[in-house]
């Protein structure tokens, strides 16, 4: 069984979750000793990478990367047909693909391969993929309000343009073979956009986590007394991810002596930070080093704030790895791991914070609340899906095809 990923950059240049998933799948084939190959752009090329017996080679094409999110284009999909041919694999797996159009799908399907899609976020149904401008449109359908809003946006569309992209992406979703999604939020959202996806079509497959984070036993903490609460952000200090709702937050509590607060992430505009006495700045962390980061902040509760509905969360994966429980905004993925392994609460994603308020107040002065929920985290942490459980399910699914 020969598989080519097909990714719209470089993985392992700037990585973030869709890159990092795409790593994690491509460590088990090497560990296993098992051929694949991936397929990026860059500014004036097309790279294919092969992995296999721990060395990589790597072979130039044609192409490069498109910005304008084109369906078609003949001279590009020559190119890619070509590739196809030449490696002669059995899978085609597009994991992304926002620097190439769209027709590749159909050009995979055209050689006679089977071909997967994972979709990690909502590409598919509009060129904003995070659909923040600046509120969440929660799938907005009208052709018109699409287009003001796309141009409004810096994006250049034609009108009629979306209408038209999502009738063909319709028809590929109908002559894909399987379409992988994290969550069933997301298969849920799928079936509604689109009459071509099926139950039997799309697979929900939960992106796993390194084992090592798992390793160590249980931190060793006191139980949790009554009057104080450290409160943490967890992941890129990113509007999308509710940096606004998180300062807004921390101004309601800036002289607090029993509310304190810690960001453990990157920070891309530090003059947004302000300089409370109460907040404790940790910075970015590797993926190996999550868990370690966030015991050292030790941190009570982690805030999920994220705007937008969300496709799985990493981030939760990783607050539950450390044992710490959660508030999250009640949208999309979070709504539903949250709600489903009773980690944590749910705030309202439209008006989070006066919600977020009341609970930080109840935990403050109800720490056998906090205890509890340690507890139960703990319990969700034995479920957590790891990398190696995650491509096996991804290789049940190709075994099945081929």
Request: hydrophobic letters at 40%; charged letters at 25%.
């Amino acid at each position: 069984m020969k598989v080519l990923y097909v990714i719209d950059q470089k993985p392992d240049g700037y990585p973030g979750g869709i890159e990092y998933h795409l790593l994690d799948i491509l460590s088990v084939f090497i560990k296993k000793s098992l051929p694949v190959y991936i397929l990026f752009p860059e500014r004036n090329c097309w790279r294919l990478r092969r992995y296999e017996a721990y060395k990589i080679k790597e072979t130039e094409y044609g192409g490069g990367r498109l910005d304008d999110h084109r369906l078609r284009d003949v001279d590009v999909e020559k190119i890619f047909g070509n590739i196809v041919d030449d490696i002669d694999v059995d899978i085609v797996h597009f994991q992304s693909v926002r620097t190439f159009p769209v027709s590749l799908i159909e050009v995979a399907k055209n050689r006679k391969k089977k071909v997967c899609l994972t979709l990690h976020e909502y590409y598919f149904w509009c060129i904003n993929c995070i659909m923040l401008a600046p509120d969440f449109c929660w799938f907005q359908t009208n052709e018109e309000n699409c287009y003001e809003c796309l141009s409004r946006n810096g994006y250049k569309v034609c009108r009629g343009f979306m209408t038209e992209r999502r009738s063909y992406i319709n028809y590929l979703f109908q002559i894909v073979d399987k379409i992988i999604v994290p969550s069933f939020y997301v298969r849920h959202v799928l079936m509604g956009l689109y009459g071509g996806v099926s139950v039997k079509k799309c697979a929900v497959v939960e992106l796993g986590i390194d084992k090592n984070l798992l390793a160590n036993g249980r931190e060793e903490r006191e139980p949790k007394k009554e009057g104080t609460l450290h409160i943490a952000f967890v992941g890129n200090f990113l509007y999308y991810k509710g940096n606004m709702t998180f300062l807004e937050l921390m101004k309601n509590y800036k002289n607090s002596e029993t509310i304190h607060f810690s960001i453990i992430g990157n920070i891309f505009d530090p003059s947004l930070v302000p300089s409370y006495k109460n907040l404790n700045v940790m910075g970015g962390y590797a993926r190996n080093n999550v868990v370690a980061t966030i015991h050292e902040a030790r941190p009570d509760i982690i805030l999920l704030l994220s705007n937008w509905p969300e496709t799985f969360s990493y981030t939760l994966s990783e607050a539950i790895a450390s044992g710490v429980p959660v508030i999250a905004t009640d949208s999309g993925a979070l709504r539903e791991r949250v709600s489903k392994e009773a980690v944590g609460f749910l705030i309202p994603v439209e008006d989070p914070i006066p919600r977020a308020i009341e609970i930080i107040e109840d935990l403050r002065l109800r720490p056998e609340v906090v205890n509890f929920l340690r507890d139960r985290v703990w319990e969700a942490r034995k479920r957590l899906r790891t990398v190696d459980e995650m491509v096996e399910d991804h290789f049940g699914i190709y075994n099945l095809l081929v």
